[in-house]
């Protein structure tokens, strides 16, 4: 504790007085700051453009038809219930597809379902995929991919192996943008070489 007496105080204060009674700084020229999206700055025939595609988009709100909603996964509120980010992918047979996605806002991976009727029953297939899948993290991203000799094979890519509480096991595979592959329409499933060494855009391309 700190104590003053009477003389002492007027002693100290009365030179910060001195010292504080100086002219009042003039305020700082204001900075013109850069826009924040990139259409804000394009040449104005080009935003005019942009803001003509954007108007002419037909926005129908199906929140209130059950009837034309499906529910893959029903979630809540609670961070470890919180079904985020899913993708799908239709094959060439126009009725089977595939979901994925991840727990909790850029959270783990682990589910997928699969669709035999265009989407109208779903069939989890979380059991059945290579066991380091449920590492994976950030927007699992699904893909039908053709090679150039024909082969259709289904990939699945995401924004690394960091999770917070990995399921260990010997010989896992660590690092960015980890993917799975199934080479027969869906039916097996294995784990492929990560993409990256490094964390450059993969999180813009899973997602």
């Known amino acids: 504790m700190i ?7 007027l002693f100290v ?5 001195a010292v504080c009674a100086v002219e009042p700084a003039a305020p700082p020229t204001p900075v013109a700051m850069p826009p924040r999206r990139a259409w804000e ?11 003509a595609q954007r108007d002419a988009l037909v926005h129908v709100d199906l929140s209130a038809d059950q ?31 595939f ?9 783990h ?10 989407g109208l029953t779903w069939t989890r297939l979380d059991d059945t995929l290579p066991p380091n899948f449920v590492n994976f993290r950030n927007c699992p991203s699904l893909y039908r991919i053709t090679d150039p000799a024909g082969k259709e094979r289904l990939w699945v890519f995401a924004a690394s ?5 990995p399921r260990e096991f010997p010989g896992r595979l660590q690092g960015w943008m980890p993917r799975i592959v199934s080479e027969d ?23």
């Open 161 to 165: 192996t960091l999770v917070q509480e």
């Open 99 to 107: 979901c994925v996605w991840n727990i909790g806002h850029g959270g």
């Open 185 to 207: 329409d869906g039916g097996t499933w294995r784990e492929s070489r990560r993409c990256r060494p490094r964390s450059e855009t993969t999180a813009r391309f899973a997602a």
């Open 13 to 17: 204060v009365a030179p910060l007085a």
């Open 41 to 51: 700055s394009a040449p104005e025939a080009t935003k005019a453009a942009w803001i």
């Open 67 to 97: 009837r034309r909603q499906i529910v893959i996964a029903r979630g809540t509120p609670a961070a470890d219930e919180y079904h985020a980010h899913p993708t799908t992918a239709l094959l060439a047979d126009d009725k089977t597809m």
């Open 109 to 118: 991976a682990g589910p997928m379902a699969r669709s035999d009727d265009g």
């Open 3 to 9: 104590r003053l007496s009477l003389p002492s105080l």
